[in-house]
Structures are given as structure tokens and as C-alpha cells.
């Protein structure tokens, strides 16, 4: 089993940055798309950004094109999202995921394991 924990949310002003961090334990070893889901209440959870597991190949929602970055530094099995020039619609609950290699990255199904959620409030 894979555990993943994200930190790194909390309260913001439109414009500004956060940066989240996803760390992965337990078995390792079979880790390799990672992606990065939002969810806010009464609405489905949403592709954000992944990436391939050399940190080369990486996809993103139009949503967030531009403006957030996710990265991985596999030596600290650490999961990463750069979010810059916030805005109020970027608020939701942020999860890490992660599974073997995903045929499609933007679809939560196809991961195995997820984090608990970190919370991001963006204010207007």
C-alpha cells in the first residue's frame, strides 16, 4: 500500500501563491504517474495537473494552464503544486494521486491511491 499526505493549503488573496506538497510512504516502488485532483462540494472531483514519473511529462487543465506548475522530486518521493496568481474558483480541496502508469491521466479512476485532501481558499 501507498500512504500520500498534502500540505501546504490555507488562505489566500486573489493573486497570490501557494505551493503544495504531496508526500508518498509505504511501497514505493510500483509509484509512477502522479496527479493532482480538486474538489469542492456538489461538484465532481476535477483533473488539475499530472505527471509522468521522470518529471518531464506533465499535463494540465485549461483551467490552470499558466499558472500552476506540479513537479516531482522522486529522491524525496515528493509530490509537488506551484499555484501562482490565484484566483476565487481555484478554492476546493486538493488531492494527490497516484498509481501505476495511467492510460489517462485526467481521469480519477485510473489512480490507485489518493491523499486526504489540503484545503485552498482563494478570497476575492
Known amino acids: 500500500q501507498v500512504q500520500l499526505v498534502e500540505s501546504g493549503g490555507g488562505l489566500v488573496q486573489a493573486g497570490g501563491s501557494l505551493r503544495l506538497s504531496c508526500a508518498a510512504s509505504g511501497n514505493i516502488f510500483g509509484i509512477r504517474d502522479m496527479a493532482w485532483f480538486r474538489h469542492t462540494p456538489g461538484n465532481e472531483r476535477n483533473f488539475v495537473a499530472a505527471v509522468d514519473w521522470s518529471g518531464r511529462s506533465t499535463d494540465y487543465a485549461d483551467s490552470v494552464k499558466g499558472r500552476f506548475t506540479i513537479s516531482r522530486d522522486n529522491a524525496k518521493n515528493t509530490l509537488y503544486l506551484q499555484m501562482n496568481s490565484l484566483k476565487p474558483e481555484d478554492t476546493a480541496v486538493y488531492y494527490c494521486?497516484?498509481?501505476?502508469?495511467?492510460?489517462?491521466?485526467?481521469?480519477?479512476?485510473?489512480?490507485?491511491?489518493w491523499g486526504q485532501g489540503t484545503q485552498v481558499t482563494v478570497s476575492s
Open positions: 494521486a497516484t498509481g501505476g502508469y495511467v492510460q489517462t491521466r485526467s481521469r480519477a479512476a485510473e489512480y490507485y491511491y
